[in-house]
């Protein structure tokens, strides 16, 4: 850590805002939610509503992404075998997902295309830290799930609203039109993790559905109030690939393991945690999806009866646990590694 650390602060902090050119070849996948944001401008991106983890976390990088690291120094980081001589990388990486997972993702990709003193891609550098931690942490036999907290986007509390089933019609061809697609609308109730948020304008059918005045419409709904993903309802649900998916007509049968269209519920609520996804880049915007983790550990637990279910006890607390308990003892965690 201190090879990093004292490397960020002597090498000074340039940023030289240029032209954009994403690292995207098109756009990848069309239907359900895409959501439009306008392209990184500098590196690092920094903000004034960050606070002081985050702001390092990010002249760290850009310091390091600036430098010729040595073989010397590689071999020394690779030769660290205590999570307490790490546990400052986690801090600051947590910080900046917390912050604003889609400006890291942009930062990640592209930010080489806009400072040019850059060596790489963040997002390699930040990949080959996070896999010396797990390697780290499992070797210590950790329980406390610090690196899933860390590379999530976003943990919510939601009640599901509304889902339509749709087509990725620029994925790979099923039956002539495309890979089925889950699009759920949803209402956040309580945030884990996440400051600024992907949100978009709710549905008319959610209108209808929290209607006023015997009108069956709610038009003083604020812009941006809803929370929009998507998720594959082809993968599988213990992780490691996607199930085949057979054309049936006009619908399909969903073979395997497969989460299939009834994996989440309307009017139901959910502990979910999110990937942002960075899609493609049109010239104007950069277009991101989210979608629940889905790896055959975390990802999706149903709240019921005010209690979080959890059948595999990934985090260590039961099978079924109070929802208070369970959102509490994320919270302890995370406090950990905001606070080594």
Known sequence: MKILIVLAFLIPVSVRAQSVFPDSSGPTSAGCYRLAVPPLTEAPPLHSDMNLSTLLGYLYLDSVMRSHITSAQWAAFDSIHSFDSLKYFLKYLYAITAYDPVLFEEYGNDAPFINPSYTGKPAAMVNYIEEKIGRVLHAKGDTTQMMYLTSASYILHIKVKNIF???????????????PQA???????????????LTGDCSWLYRIGNGHNGSGINDSTPTGACFHFEYDPASNKGGGGVSFVHPSNDSVVFTGNSLGWDALHSDSEYIMFFNVLYEDYDGTNCYFIVRPIMDGEGGIYPV?????????????????????????????????????
């Open 165 to 179: 089933r749709d087509w990725d019609t620029l994925g790979h061809i099923v039956g002539g039109k495309g890979t």
């Open 183 to 197: 699009c759920v609308e949803a209402s956040i109730l309580d945030t884990i993790k996440g400051q600024h948020i």
């Open 304 to 340: 019921m009866g005010g209690n979080v279910l959890d059948p595999k006890n990934h985090w260590r607390m039961g099978t079924s646990v109070n929802l208070d308990a369970f959102e509490s003892g994320l919270k302890n965690t995370i406090y950990k590694i905001q606070n080594p």
